[in-house]
């Protein structure tokens, strides 16, 4: 317990003043997503932050608790999605195993939003066979000098330093859309049922729109800067097909290229 009121004191810290920082260049054919709707969290009903300081979630005894180790708390699992063309690890950095949180609960990313709580709940979301709300997410780099921004809803949410991993420095060779689920059972390394946990709206593709998870106007910049274009040689790469899948639809104007995704975990083919 002792080593757990440590670690709160550590990952609870006073409100620090950061500087507002933007990129010092933008990809060329940038534009403002339109009809993109503005994202709520709880703690908005609270207030806002002071000027010069970012929202960050506090970690309770609880979260700690539940954590594999203190070590590795707030890192995702190195045992992530394995596609077969890639040998060395399929995530951003180092797989994950020093480096790589998806919040600020160890050091890496950067933020610099006053509005918005990484790991924080958000609304509206889409409601199966009804209302649909889409999120505009996009990352790139800032080319003078190899930060990589998070920009969502048009809103600049943040960036990881390009010190992060050199390897990353001249642009990425590949980019992975999807979704991913952990299995604490298998991080663990306990033998056991699937677990329930679902993916998307917890249906699978085949439903379609409107009813399944999308990702939609899939765009990739060239290292020349020259601006967004629709990827090429798109693969489709599934773990657990019986648990959750995905189908890569035929591009559209409206949407480009797009794909559903997603499922209920453990069912009566996936126990």
């Not at 260049?25 to 009809?35: H, I, R, S």
């Not at 604490?184 to 399944?212: L, N, Y």
Request: with cysteine; aromatic share 10%; hydrophobic share 30%.
């Amino acid at each position: 317990m002792k080593e757990i009121d440590r670690m709160l004191k550590v990952l609870n810290k006073p409100a620090i003043k950061t500087i507002k920082m933007r990129p010092s260049a933008y990809p060329k054919g940038v534009e403002v997503e339109t009809n993109v709707k503005k994202i709520h969290q709880p703690w908005h009903l609270n207030g806002r932050c002071p000027e010069g300081t970012i929202p960050i979630h506090r970690t309770r005894k609880s979260d700690l608790m539940r954590a594999i180790s203190l070590k590795n708390f707030g890192k995702k699992y190195p045992e992530g999605i394995r596609h077969p063309e890639i040998v060395d690890g399929d995530h951003v950095s180092d797989d994950y195993r020093k480096t790589g949180c998806y919040n600020l609960k160890c050091s890496g990313f950067v933020q610099v939003s006053t509005e918005y709580l990484l790991g924080g709940t958000i609304s509206p979301v889409s409601e199966y066979g009804g209302h649909q709300f889409r999120l505009a997410v996009n990352i790139f780099q800032d080319v003078e000098n190899g930060n990589w921004w998070l920009q969502l809803q048009n809103n600049l949410i943040g960036y990881w330093p390009g010190s992060l991993d050199p390897g990353f420095a001249g642009g990425a060779e590949f980019v992975l859309y999807g979704g991913e689920i952990v299995d604490i059972g298998v991080a663990r390394g306990i033998k056991g049922p699937h677990t329930t946990t679902e993916m998307g709206s917890g249906h699978f593709s085949g439903e379609g729109e409107g009813k399944a998870g999308a990702f939609s106007k899939l765009q990739v910049i060239d290292k020349d800067q020259s601006g967004y274009k629709s990827p090429q040689d798109v693969t489709t790469f599934v773990k657990e097909p019986y648990c959750y899948d995905l189908s890569l639809m035929k591009t559209t104007s409206n949407w480009g290229v797009y794909f559903f995704y997603g499922g209920p975990g453990r069912n009566q083919n996936c126990p």
